[in-house]
């Protein structure tokens, strides 16, 4: 019999049970009787009646006596165990009958004490530890807190210190750019060019560690820009041939040839991530030979392209116990190998997290003296059709906008609310080399003076001075009717985000940062200004013009086409034949714009690049329409 129906059989009583079983032994006991009295022949229906009413009687107190003794015990415990069941932990009633029942109840009553101290300690232990996480999850929300603290309070500094290192950086940069401009001897320009090279990789220094820092806040998103992964990889390895041939090292790629044509994500991070490798791979190794392989497929998401990039080279190697290390932030693996080849363990801290914004992984495979292997996983987006697609660029100032309202008798003068000194006389150096008038104030409250003496064409406006700051001066400016148009341009020193908004917010027109480079500064100044357009210093020889000018025009094109392919290398050359063609009819505007190419290109920072084309553009257009004005009044 299965236990399902066994479990199913009716309750049936023992009390029940023994009734019919003594009224079965009564009932047999009766029949044999009778049935000996008949065989005798002497049956008696009355003595019978006695008979079967007698030995009735004694079963029924047979079986009432039963019921006493054991079926009620046995009935109690049953009722103590249903309660016990419902989850009521009480002691149950028995009766003393000092026999197996009697043992059982009291065994069910130690049980049942047992299960009260499991409970009351289960009750204790459970409110201690209520007490536990309550008290942890304070001292964590305490932790956060002050997390959260030290986190603002490092963004701070990180402000601050930009500001403090760009402000000396912006007089060093532009006291180089002057005095470089200056006639000098062949030995000096070289000590010249020797400290611009030096100041600007201190900047990519300072853009390492605020990069760092703009990652690890969260601040960094990743572009959405379709692009030739391919060649943007090709061209990203071949800016390392020269490093590596000067080396004597080999430096091949391999691409596999399932690689799509395009994927979308962002270029200049790809480029940066495989720049920190290779060169890394470059700086240690002295012979042999780096390879880099490159595969992309398709996971299970059909709309994403996995791209594997393995980066493997026959140099010095890494300490087994060392490999986990390297990719913290000053860390470097061997503090003797990486002082002799330099470095600041930054590089691969800043891939490692590039990385994971790209969903991917980083890991590292090394033998010591023999070489390592670092391996990259990246995910980039399938890209739907060939189209490339430039993404927004941030702009510093507001083009034309905010130009010309204003009279025409105050248009080359310049009002200059700058509290640094070195600050003041670079840009008052290159304005006044461009034929401004400049007028100086030092902080905000001098120049509200100023602005009631004389009528401005323009304010260049540093946001943090003493007295009155930049941002409070504009809108006290912003609030005079008289003052409401004059343009405003922050200069300021200030790179964190959300500097330019509050500048624009205050009522300023446009915003540059610092170090503020001259022909960014004069294209901005010249945005704003209802300014003539003015004879360059050195007018370009006129029969040149035309040839240069076509030549420019093309130049510009190709120069806009290799930005939009993020091909850098290309537009190095490019830029390099415009500057030398400039020169060579002393397009000085021109020249200088090209050379901030070169610079920003130098410096891979595309967004400075954008920039500088941007100028170079408005320089060129500048001339264009200066040959129009001379062919006009010629004709
Ligand atoms: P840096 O190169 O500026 O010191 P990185 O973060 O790029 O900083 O690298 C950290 C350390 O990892 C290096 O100092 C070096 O010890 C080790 N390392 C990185 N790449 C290689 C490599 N290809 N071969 C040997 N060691 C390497």
Same mark, same amino acid.
């Given at each position: ?87 009521? $932990? ?35 232990? #459970? ?6 996480? #309550? ?27 930009? #500001? ?6 912006? @007089? ?26 030096? =100041? ?73 991530? *495989? ?18 392989? *490159?595969?992309?497929?398709? @996971? ?9 990039? #393995? ?30 080849? @330099? ?32 391996? *990259? ?5 399938? =890209? +739907? ?70 009528? &401005? ?9 003493? +007295? ?35 500048? $624009?917010?205050? @009522?300023?027109?446009? &915003? ?74 002393? =397009? ?48």
């Amino acid at each position: 019999m299965s236990e399902a129906s066994a479990n199913a059989a009716p309750f049936r009583s023992l009390s029940v049970k023994f009734f019919r079983f003594t009224s079965l032994l009564v009932l047999w006991i009766v029949i044999v009787i009778l049935a000996y009295d008949i065989n005798q022949g002497n049956f008696n229906p009355s003595k019978g009646l006695l008979l079967c009413t007698v030995v009735l009687m004694v079963s029924w107190a047979i079986a009432r006596f039963t019921i006493k003794q054991l079926i009620k015990p046995i009935r109690l415990l049953q009722i103590g165990m249903e309660e016990v069941g419902r989850g009521n $932990l009480e002691r149950i009633k028995f009766a003393k009958t000092g026999d197996e029942i009697e043992f059982l109840g009291k065994s069910f009553n130690g049980m049942i004490e047992r299960l009260i101290e499991t409970q009351t300690r289960l009750v204790q232990q #459970h409110e201690e530890l209520e007490q536990k996480v #309550h008290e942890r999850t304070q001292a964590l929300e305490e932790a956060m807190q002050k997390a959260m603290e030290a986190s603002g309070a490092k963004s701070e500094f990180l402000a601050n210190m930009s #500001h403090e290192l760009r402000t000396p950086m912006n @007089g060093l940069l532009g006291m180089i750019e002057l005095s470089l401009d200056a006639p000098a001897s062949a030995e000096q320009e070289e000590q010249l060019e020797t400290a611009q090279r030096c =100041a600007l990789s201190l900047l990519a220094l300072v853009n390492d560690v605020l990069d760092l820092s703009k990652i690890e806040s969260g601040k960094m998103a990743l572009e959405k820009i379709s692009f030739p992964l391919a060649n943007q990889l090709e061209d990203t390895l071949k800016g390392h041939e020269l490093k590596a041939r000067q080396k004597g090292v080999l430096l091949d790629w391999k691409f596999a040839p399932s690689m799509p044509d395009e994927v979308v994500g962002d270029p200049l991070r790809l480029r940066q991530i *495989v720049n920190n490798l290779v060169s890394n791979s470059i700086k240690f190794t002295d012979e042999g030979a780096i390879e880099v392989r *490159v595969a992309a497929f398709k @996971g299970t998401d059909p709309t994403k392209w996995n791209v594997e990039l #393995h980066v493997i080279d026959t140099g010095a190697g890494i300490p087994q116990d060392k490999i986990a290390t390297i990719f913290e932030k000053f860390t470097q693996a061997d503090g003797s190998i990486s002082r002799r080849y @330099g470095g600041t363990g930054l590089g691969l801290a800043i891939t490692e997290r590039l990385v994971d914004l790209h969903n991917g992984s980083i890991s590292a495979e090394s033998e010591l003296g023999l070489g390592s292997k670092f391996s *990259v996983l990246l995910e980039y987006d399938v =890209a +739907v059709a060939p189209v490339v697609v430039l993404a927004p660029v941030e702009t510093e100032s507001k083009g034309s906008e905010g130009s010309t309202s204003h009279s025409k008798d105050n248009a080359g003068i310049v009002l200059l609310v700058e509290d640094n000194i070195v600050n003041q006389k670079v840009v008052m150096a290159v304005l006044k080399k461009r034929g401004y008038e400049i007028d100086l104030a030092s902080n905000g409250e001098e120049a509200l003076v100023k602005l009631e003496q004389r009528s &401005y064409a323009v304010v260049l406006m540093d946001v943090q001075m003493p +007295v009155l700051d930049g941002l409070e001066t504009t809108r006290r400016m912003r609030l005079e009717e008289r003052w409401k148009d004059i343009p405003v341009i922050a200069m300021t020193a200030h790179a964190m985000n959300g500097d330019k908004e509050k500048c $624009l917010a205050a @009522g300023m027109n446009a &915003y540059i940062s610092k170090p503020v480079h001259s022909a960014h500064l004069l294209a901005t100044i010249e945005a704003y200004t209802s300014r003539p357009v003015k004879k360059l210093t050195a007018a370009p020889v006129d029969d040149l013009m035309k040839p240069f000018l076509s030549r420019a025009n093309d130049g510009l094109a190709q120069l806009r086409k290799s930005l939009d392919n993020t091909d850098l290398a290309t537009l190095e050359e490019q830029v390099g034949y415009l500057l030398q063609a400039a020169e060579a009819i002393s =397009a000085t505007g021109i020249v200088e714009c090209a050379k901030r190419v070169e610079i920003a290109v130098a410096a891979k920072n595309t967004d400075d690049v954008m920039h500088s084309l941007l100028l170079l553009e408005g320089e060129i257009a500048l001339l264009n329409q200066q040959a129009v004005v001379t062919s006009y009044h010629a004709g």
